[in-house]
């Protein structure tokens, strides 16, 4: 594996058409828009519509980062996916946007790393591309938390967006090189953020309907208090195992979780508020998707220039958390490497 390396080559996102504001959840449970934006930095959120899915999602930015690349879905080797939100405990949505997007030679999997996702799965595709069995990976990352929202808990419905995010990594460059990576969990602590009913320990019944287990249950105030402790360790740990400094990062592309915690990451990793990406005014917190959103964002607003260090952190259920560098190796722009 000495001299391979792994690049995110082009990116790919969709949101849906549909918004939901602070203004229509005011109709909704006992809140206000101020309330919201003081509390979360969010305005508004993108919602699927009934029949729009996780793997829907996914297989439009999985095809959008496929087209930026010039590549023929055919050529994908393998398809992963970060969602905690899958159209079916099972087939897997990988094997579901496998068939949208047409990639007939790829394997397919789904991985569960809540909100930390999307990190977990750059760091297996990284792994893949090194190891030499696979050419082309193409990483997806979909949400659709409106399905598991709670609508009359005004705590945690002000929260969620839905939307996709798509990359394609190879082991050539240019594109956004993956480098050091640091990931970790509590499981001790899997109480604090949940989903307590569809699974074996509370199979749908009329009483776990009745009870709203369906839907994500979450201690927001010891939830902050882990993320923001968790980012940081996983945030410093990787700068100085990459043998960085805080003043060595162009940007910090925390998960979009609120801008409360994305103000205390930057403050705590010694970041200047310029340097960090913040897209959950506009689009709430997508779990696994947000930090696509994010990296895509200063793509297209032609940010980001070469050499240029990126730092990803995120923290999600499980609990988990984790943080990688990429360091952009040639032009950048608008998804695609050039």
């Not at 360790?233 to 805080?246: E, F, G, R, Y």
Request: with cysteine; charged share 20%.
């Amino acid at each position: 594996m000495t001299g391979k390396k792994a690049y995110i080559s082009t990116l790919g996102t969709y949101l849906p058409k549909k918004i939901l504001t602070n203004q229509d959840l005011e109709k909704l449970v006992d809140t206000s828009d101020e309330w919201i934006l003081l509390r979360t930095g969010m305005k508004e959120r993108h919602i699927a519509d009934e029949g729009e899915y996780t793997s829907d999602m996914g297989a439009k930015a999985a095809k959008i980062a496929l087209e930026r690349a010039k590549l023929d879905p055919s050529d994908v080797d393998l398809i992963i996916v970060a969602t905690l939100s899958p159209d079916y405990t099972f087939p897997s949505t990988a094997c579901l946007i496998q068939a949208q997007i047409g990639a007939k030679n790829a394997a397919a999997f789904d991985i569960q790393a809540a909100c930390t996702g999307m990190i977990y799965a750059l760091s297996i595709g990284k792994s893949f591309i090194l190891s030499g069995m696979y050419k082309n990976i193409l990483i997806v990352a979909s949400e659709k938390l409106s399905s598991i929202t709670d609508y009359k808990d005004r705590n945690t419905c002000i929260l969620f967006g839905d939307g996709a995010a798509a990359c394609l990594i190879r082991g050539e460059g240019p594109g956004l090189e993956i480098g050091t990576i640091s990931l970790g969990a509590d499981g001790g602590q899997s109480g604090l953020l949940y989903l307590p009913g569809g699974g074996c320990r509370n199979p749908a019944t009329t009483e776990t309907v009745n009870e709203r287990m369906h839907y994500l249950k979450m201690d927001g105030k010891e939830v902050f208090r882990h993320a923001v402790r968790r980012m940081e360790l996983a945030a410093v740990s990787c700068i100085n195992d990459a043998k960085l400094d805080p003043l060595d990062i162009a940007y910090l592309v925390p998960h979009q979780a609120n801008t409360r915690i994305i103000d205390a990451i930057a403050k705590r990793c010694q970041i200047p508020q310029e340097r960090v990406v913040n897209v959950v005014k506009h689009y709430g917190n997508t779990s696994a998707s947000s930090i696509g959103l994010a990296l895509e964002q200063i793509s297209v607003e032609h940010k980001i220039k070469n050499k240029d260090n990126l730092l990803l952190v995120a923290f999600g259920a499980g609990l988990t958390w984790g943080s990688l560098i990429l360091t952009v190796e040639g032009d950048f722009k608008n998804g695609t490497s050039s």
